[in-house]
């Protein structure tokens, strides 16, 4: 539903910050449905303050509609890294870690003492972005809903299909444990390289959803601890009142042996092979849900575009408010300066040393970009589909 760019904010002596654009699509801006899809997704994740999920820095618009100014994730999505094949079991913990703590995180939340009951709803791995250092981040809560109490409604179903707990498929209210549900299926393929409810039609992968019975992790790939393989069958219950929540399946996956202290180094690497063996230009996707019932190719064309600094009407605004922001810090520093300028000078020996800091003219000029591992738009955002 939304166009996801890789640009830079620039600010006053020689500022810059990567960030990512998300915006409508053209055709959609004017759908009042998906702009208050964006807004709340503005809303929610604006709330939300964890390691392991992406932070939304502003969120504004412009004659071409609205936008989100967020982190940007330089990386691959877990759909993209599992391509090549199952990953190592002590990979697969830490990602699951990394997610749980972020869902655990949202799960709990609270605003003005009242508990938030959020539900991310969308768990998949085109939505888990890890980085080419192995930081691993949660992303897009647009269709992230609080939970309720009266019953099904409309956008109850929501998400991939492939990857809904049994309670989503069937329409009826959610808590936490439906996302747990759904990040055990990412696991477990993750482990088997295969998805668990595959189906070349919507409808047979509700029928195995509901009914197929879950094959233990274990029983496919040989060697596998039994304390991970004890908690991914504990996150893929389908009784959701014998499910962990995220906080319990979070403390259970700290304790398994397959858990390693160098998980987020040997993450990078595997990510960076990734990109060095796929060189060219990341793609943009579209990104964001669509009803369970449509199906949506798993391609995209290429677009390699470059965002001088005259040329960015999505950041324009949010640029010019960290431009103020930081006058108002430069601005403040200096009277400070000013304040204690009357205050007794250095002994010559420390003042005749000379300064080693660089000056103005060694400063990269304002509009200078970052240097890129990739050039061009990068892929920071999964393709919603139902495969």
Known sequence: ?????????????????????????????????????????????????????????DFDGDDQGQFLVMERVDGVDLRQLVSRGPLPPSLVAHIGVEILAGLAHAHELEVDGQPLGLVHRDVSPHNVMVSWDGGVKLIDFGVA????????HESSLTGKLAYMSPEQALGLPLDG????????????????????????????????????????????????????????????????????SARVAHEAL???SAIEGRGRRDLGALVRQHLDTDRSPQSVHDHGARPASRSQADTASTLTVSLPRDSRPPIRRAAQRWRRLIAAIVTLVGLTCATHGDHPQAPPAAAAQPATSPTPAAMPPPSSPPSEPHAGVHRIAGVSDDR
Do not use: N
């Not at 482990?191 to 039609?201: D, E, H, K, M, Y």
């Open 1 to 57: 539903m939304a166009e996801v760019f890789a640009a830079t904010a620039h600010g006053v002596e020689g500022f810059m910050r990567r960030v990512a654009i998300k915006r409508l699509r053209p055709e959609l801006s004017r759908d009042e449905h998906f702009v208050e899809l964006l807004r709340q997704e503005a809303r929610l994740q604006g709330l939300l303050h964890h390691d392991a999920i992406a932070a939304v820095f």
């Open 145 to 152: 809903e609080v939970a309720r109490a009266e019953g099904p």
């Open 177 to 244: 444990r439906s996302d747990v549900f759904s990040l055990g299926l990412v696991l477990h393929e993750l482990l088997t390289g295969r998805r668990v409810f595959a189906s070349p039609t919507p409808r047979d992968v509700r029928a195995r959803l509901l009914r197929l019975p879950i094959p233990r992790p274990r029983d496919l790939v040989p060697g596998l601890a039994a304390d991970f393989d004890e908690v991914l069958t504990h996150m893929l219950a389908r009784d959701r009142g014998a499910r962990f």
């Open 254 to 256: 700290l304790t398994i």
